[in-house]
């Protein structure tokens, strides 16, 4: 990893679980990790109710836009972080790729998203802990 890693999360439609644990990365990394988003099939827009649970959190995702997943974030990436999108994410040697298992919050109401949204903030602490060294 280079001085400033890249941190790439990578769902299936980028409008939920990617974006929040981008959200996340960028608020506690401080502008230490460049952080991106991407998913296999992303939505035209972020799904409102994380937007509503992130921004019980202080972070404001609403002005984010779904993005196609490229082989060049891939490339361009020290860490890679999947979220329920199978095997749509090329492979690369010398990455660190991570599968994390987390409910889909399409369609879900805000108490099941903001389970989601802990449970994506505690491996995200984790995750920072682990690739910056401690300050």
């Known amino acids: 990893m280079t001085d400033q890693p890249t941190v790439l999360f990578v769902c299936v439609h980028n409008a939920g679980r990617s974006q929040m644990a981008a959200g996340f990365l960028q608020q506690l990394a401080h502008g230490r990790v ?6 296999s099939e992303p939505k035209d827009q972020i799904n409102p109710i994380a937007i509503q649970a992130m921004a019980e959190e202080g972070i404001d995702i609403a002005g984010n836009v779904p993005k196609i997943l490229t082989t060049e974030a891939v490339k361009d ?17 010398g990455k660190r790729y991570e599968d994390w298992e987390l409910e889909d919050p399409a369609g879900k109401d805000i108490v099941v998203v903001r389970r989601v949204r802990d449970e994506i903030k505690a491996r995200v602490e984790k995750l920072l802990a682990e690739i910056l060294p401690a300050v």
């Open 77 to 93: 990436s020290d860490v890679v972080i999947t979220m329920g999108c199978g095997d749509t994410c090329p492979v690369f040697p």
């Open 34 to 39: 460049e952080v991106l988003s991407a998913g």
